[in-house]
């Protein structure tokens, strides 16, 4: 799984989930959110390694 965290906002992280829940995921959607809590993209869970390939060019490890 691609991951990269920083120390973790509550405050944020709550808004974030907030409106997730409001856009009414399934439970096989996967999300990807940016450090500043805004979502980029809601995908299929089936889809995961097409996200991954995606954005490994612009990953820094």
């Known amino acids: ?3 990269r965290t920083a120390t973790p906002d ?4 709550v808004a974030v989930l907030k409106k997730l ?3 009414h995921p399934r439970p096989s ?3 990807l959110i940016r450090t500043d809590g805004h ?3 809601r995908v ?3 889809r995961e390694m097409d996200v ?3 954005l490994a060019p ?3 490890w």
């Open 52 to 54: 991954i390939h995606h």
């Open 1 to 3: 799984m691609l991951t």
């Open 29 to 31: 959607d996967l999300f």
């Open 39 to 41: 979502l980029i993209a």
């Open 44 to 46: 299929p869970a089936d």
């Open 10 to 13: 509550v405050t944020r992280s």
């Open 58 to 60: 612009f990953a820094r």
């Open 21 to 23: 829940s409001q856009s």
